[in-house]
C-alpha cells in the first residue's frame, strides 16, 4: 500500500481533469487544518456517513435540480438526512453531474449503511448513528450556505445524536 | 464538501474523507484523505459488492487510528474491476455548468 499512489484523474476524461486542476489552483492554501483526536476505540465509537450524492428519503423534499438547470451556477446548498435503515427503494437521488442509477440500485456504493451495520454487529465498531447525511456536492459560486448554516446544522445534529466519527465520502 | 469536514473536525468529531480527487481534497485542507481509484458516483465499490463497500469502509476507520499528523493522505491500493475507458459514471445529459463553460467559451 505503501508504494502505491492514486492517480487522482483516472477516471476523469480531459476536459473534467482541466477544470479540478484550475479550480485547485484558485484554492487559496489553507493557514489551518482543523485536528481532532478520537477520543475512543474504534469499537466503542459511534461513526455517521456522510455522502455529496444528493440523496434524500421519499418522505422528505428532495435536492432541487430544476434550480441548478436554471441557474448553472448555483448548487442547493441544503442538507438531509439519512436513516440508518434505509434502503434503495426509500430513497431518491438527485445530482446532475454523475450516473446516479448505480446509487438507486445500492445505496451502499455511496453511503454504505449495510457494511456499517454489519462492523457494528461484529463489534468493530461501536454503533452506527441512527442518522446519516447527504449535501449535494456541486456548489457552484457560493457555498457560504452550505459552509455557514448547513455545516453547522450538520455537526448541531451529529452531536445530539452523540456521533464520535464521521466518514465522507464525495461522489 | 471539504468545507463541510472542516466544520465537523473543528466541532470536535474526527473525520476521515474518501475521494478519488485526493489533490483537490488536499487543497482544501482537509484532516485526513482516504485517497482510492474508484470512479465518480461509487466511491465505496460496485453495485452489490458487499466484501469491497466494507473493506473500503474499514480502510477509512483504520485512518482514525493510524492517521498523526493533519493532512494526512493514505492511498488506498483498490483496484477497480474495468478500465477506465469502459467505466460508465457520466450523467445521461452534460451537467449545466459544462453546457454554461462551453457557451461562455471558457471550455
Known amino acids: ?171 | 464538501m471539504g468545507l463541510v469536514a472542516r466544520r465537523i473536525e473543528e466541532a470536535g468529531i474526527p473525520t476521515v474523507t474518501i475521494n478519488l480527487i485526493w489533490e483537490f481534497q488536499r487543497a482544501l485542507g482537509m484532516p485526513r484523505v482516504a485517497a482510492l481509484e474508484h470512479p465518480f458516483g461509487r466511491p465505496y465499490g460496485e453495485v452489490d459488492d458487499r466484501n469491497t463497500q466494507s473493506a473500503v469502509l474499514r480502510a477509512a476507520l483504520e485512518l482514525f487510528v493510524s492517521a498523526q499528523q493533519p493532512g494526512q493522505v493514505e492511498h488506498l491500493d483498490f483496484v477497480w474491476h474495468e478500465e477506465p475507458k469502459r467505466t460508465r459514471w457520466h450523467p445521461p445529459e452534460p451537467a449545466p455548468i459544462i453546457r454554461y463553460m462551453k457557451e461562455q467559451g471558457k471550455i
Open chain 1, 1 to 171: 500500500m505503501r508504494d502505491h499512489q492514486v492517480d487522482a484523474f483516472r477516471f476523469s476524461g480531459r476536459l473534467v481533469k482541466k477544470i479540478i486542476l484550475a479550480a485547485i489552483d484558485a484554492i487559496e492554501p489553507p493557514t489551518n487544518i482543523p485536528w481532532a483526536v478520537p477520543t475512543k476505540p474504534l469499537a466503542e465509537s459511534r461513526v455517521a456517513l456522510l455522502t455529496t450524492a444528493g440523496v434524500s428519503m421519499h418522505d422528505d423534499v428532495p435536492f432541487d435540480m430544476e434550480g441548478e438547470r436554471k441557474d448553472p451556477v448555483w448548487g442547493d446548498p441544503i442538507w438531509r438526512k439519512v436513516r440508518s435503515d434505509a434502503t434503495s427503494n426509500a430513497i431518491d437521488v438527485n445530482h446532475l453531474h454523475i450516473d446516479t442509477s448505480y446509487i438507486k440500485s445500492d445505496i451502499n456504493v455511496a453511503l454504505p449503511l449495510q457494511p456499517l451495520a454489519d462492523l457494528a454487529a461484529a463489534g468493530i465498531v461501536g454503533s452506527a448513528a441512527p442518522n446519516h447525511y447527504s449535501i449535494m456536492g456541486f456548489q457552484g459560486e457560493d457555498s457560504s450556505t452550505l459552509e455557514n448554516v448547513s455545516g453547522p446544522e450538520i455537526v448541531r445534529s451529529m452531536r445530539d445524536e452523540e456521533v464520535d466519527l464521521a466518514i465522507l465520502a464525495p461522489v
